[in-house]
């Protein structure tokens, strides 16, 4: 019994149980389960229903205090796409392209990416640890507690593996999951003494047995992209890859069109970016397992168009909805406010843009989450509100009181 919580009153239990998978979702679709109780055992749900009910069956149970504020409980949510783990700074990007200079210019002229891996180069293991936890400490205030994080910042043998133990690391220090992807194949860096297809089969004779020997990663990436890697390029990788049995997820479509149908074609758990899809493209994502992964935090940091979501879902695509955290094209890293925003934008409705934060952004790593259902892990966020829609209506300003994370109650107060 010791194990055993009750938790609640709640105005408004929000399950996100049994949504289609794929197209669009009308907000009548969302079951809101009022004056309800979750109870957890030992870091599962074990019941969930009209709370005075399970305080009859459950006695017992330890209850947390609680006022008469009215509360809703949703998952937590989740951020399939950050590449939160590294080092120094890049507002001089940011700088340079406020006033006038593209992102793509400023990479050809060995800025962008390149300036971040040389800064994550320089720090030690530690010194990325304490960068990633103090973020996933900070994604844990927004509620997301399950973040998906590449390396891609080293590009050699040493730092890439530097990168992905550092993740490794910090996992254990943090309440949030994290999900390891290698993304070696982000750029052939400009000391690499060779051409793509040399850089790409020293990541795979090189690097990645060590990743295999170590479980650093059973996810890899590459960023198909003028200046990065070409599609026939990223063909051959994946496909490499695929036969270890990674599973891929693809930089794609950010700036050019194509890249988006390979992702697809090849399989890949998701295809992320796709400010550039165009109408095949969206076409591809129709009923299709890789899911579409819109980064509003890139259009926003960037200043350029969002993603077709709307046309995503209308075509039957999965949507989820990602930060991309990163010092260059996304420094932003508020989930919540970036999907509002994309939300309003593209005229997703709340169920869509919820589902895309958690039942889908699971899907797109591959795996099935983001709800409260009985025999789950308790992963859930709490909100003083009467109405679940204020967490897209207010935009990423109603942050969650407080968290579940199985056995672990966060007090955001
Ligand atoms: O998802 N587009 C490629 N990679 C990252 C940005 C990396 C960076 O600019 O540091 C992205 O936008
Ligand atoms: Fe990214």
């Given at each position: 019994m010791e194990h055993m919580v009750l938790y609640g009153p709640f105005y408004e239990l929000i399950p996100l149980q049994g949504l289609h998978t794929h197209g669009a979702i009308a907000d009548e679709k969302i079951e809101r389960i009022r004056n309800a109780g979750i109870v957890v055992e030992n870091g599962i749900i074990k019941d969930i229903g009209d709370f005075s009910l399970l305080s009859k069956m459950y006695e017992n149970a330890h209850r947390p205090p609680s006022n008469d504020k009215p509360r809703v409980v949703l998952p937590s949510f989740i951020d399939c796409h950050t590449h939160m783990c590294w080092a120094g700074t890049r507002v001089d990007d940011y700088a340079a392209r406020v006033a006038g200079k593209s992102y793509l210019e400023i990479a050809a002229a060995g800025g962008g990416i390149m300036t971040t891996v040389n800064a994550t180069r320089k720090a030690n293991e530690e010194e990325l640890i304490a960068g990633i936890i103090d973020r996933a400490n900070e994604h844990l205030r927004r509620g997301i507690s399950i973040i998906e994080v590449k390396s891609g910042?080293?590009?050699t043998v040493d730092d890439e593996l530097k990168m992905l133990r550092a993740i490794k690391a910090a996992n254990q220090e943090t309440a949030a999951l994290l999900i390891p992807t290698f993304l070696g194949a982000h750029i052939k860096p400009k000391d690499f003494d060779g051409n793509n297809a040399q850089y790409l089969s020293m990541l795979l004779e090189r690097v990645i047995p060590i990743i295999q020997k170590e479980e650093l990663a059973h996810r890899a990436d590459i960023f198909v992209e003028e200046g990065a890697f070409t599609m026939d390029e990223a063909k051959w990788y994946v496909t490499e890859l695929k036969k270890l049995g990674f599973h891929i997820t693809m930089h794609v479509d950010?700036?050019?069109?194509g890249g988006g149908i390979l992702a697809n074609e090849l399989g890949c758990v998701s295809a992320d970016?796709?400010?550039?899809?165009n109408e095949n493209g969206i076409a591809a994502?129709?009923?299709?397992s890789t899911v579409a992964v819109a980064l509003p935090g890139a259009s926003l940091g960037l200043g350029m168009q969002f993603s077709p979501a709307r046309a995503l879902l209308d075509a039957g695509a999965s949507l989820a909805i990602a930060?991309?955290?990163?010092?260059?094209?996304?420094?932003?890293?508020d989930l919540v406010t970036q999907a509002a925003i994309l939300g309003a934008s593209e005229k997703l409705t709340v169920a869509e843009t919820l589902a895309a934060i958690t039942t889908r952004a699971a899907a797109a790593l591959g795996f099935d989450g983001g709800t409260i259902e009985i025999g789950k892990k308790a992963q859930f966020n709490i909100f003083?509100?009467?109405?679940?829609r204020d967490i897209c209506y207010r935009q990423g300003q109603l942050k969650p009181i407080a968290s579940v994370i199985e056995n672990t109650f966060i007090n955001h107060e």
């Open positions: 910042y080293g590009l950010q700036f050019h069109s970016h796709l400010e550039y899809t994502f129709a009923n299709s930060s991309d955290w990163n010092p260059g094209s996304a420094p932003m890293g003083e509100t009467n109405d679940f």
